[in-house]
């Protein structure tokens, strides 16, 4: 039983470029969160999506934005890259929206913008 | 104040005794409470919930919380050196579909 895919596993882009990255959630998981966290910081909440939709969003900008297919995978989209925005993304699944049950986390992907 | 509040550590106990980590949160509606370990280089693992007032126990890890007093806590009994990690306190907000995670506490298991 696959956990959750995260692609790339790591990724260095440059100031002012985009960066998509991939989630796929554990089997029979419906529910996505984005995560970002910094070096030695915890995770901090970009969004949730479940049925497609956009659920609730943390305090993160609108160059920050989101996709789940009908497959409920995921994609994470970041526009006008800032030095600020290297940290490493997770993403996390579950079977209840409300996150009753905890996360089950994928591995991460380590973005570096220089 | 921050929504979740943990001491930043480094713990450090001996192999073999109990390691204790506190975490206090402000939001007094908040129903489910959850322990992750992350090893140095790796993403976050669930190792406790509770969502009841009292203690819960599974193996040698009992988690604690008070509802009154806004504060859950880790018992880690027999610590080994493989416990070594950053234990993060997470609370989900109430109403919504968001998990607030606490920066962690590094706990050193010396052998």
């Known amino acids: 039983d696959a956990g959750v895919t995260q692609s790339p596993t790591h990724l260095i882009k440059t100031r002012g470029q985009q960066v998509t990255l991939r989630c796929s959630p554990k089997?029979?998981?419906?529910?996505v969160s984005w995560y970002q966290q910094a070096l030695g910081q915890g995770p901090q909440f970009i969004f949730q999506y479940y049925e497609e939709e956009e659920r609730q969003r943390g305090n993160f900008p609108d160059r920050f934005s989101g996709h789940q297919f009908p497959n409920y995978s995921s994609e994470l989209n970041v526009n006008a890259l800032l030095l600020g925005d290297s940290a490493l993304y997770l993403c996390?699944?579950?079977?209840?929206?409300?996150?009753?049950?905890?996360?089950?986390f994928g591995s991460g992907t380590r973005l570096t913008v220089v | 104040q921050k929504e979740v509040e943990q001491n930043s550590g480094p713990l450090s106990v001996p192999e073999g005794a109990i390691a204790s980590l506190n975490c206090t949160y402000s939001?007094?509606?908040?129903?489910?409470f959850f322990w992750y370990r992350q090893y140095s280089g790796k993403s976050p693992e669930l190792i406790m919930s509770i969502y009841s007032n009292g203690d819960k126990e599974d193996g040698r890890f009992t988690a604690q919380l008070n509802k009154a007093s806004q504060y859950v806590s880790l018992l880690i009994r027999d610590s080994q050196p493989s416990d070594s990690a950053t234990y993060l306190c997470a609370v989900n907000a109430p109403g919504g579909f968001k998990t607030i995670f606490g920066a962690g506490t590094r706990l050193f298991v010396k052998a």
């Open positions: 089997s029979g998981h419906d529910t």
């Open positions: 939001d007094r509606g908040s129903q489910s």
């Open positions: 996390a699944s579950s079977s209840d929206p409300a996150g009753n049950y905890g996360y089950t």
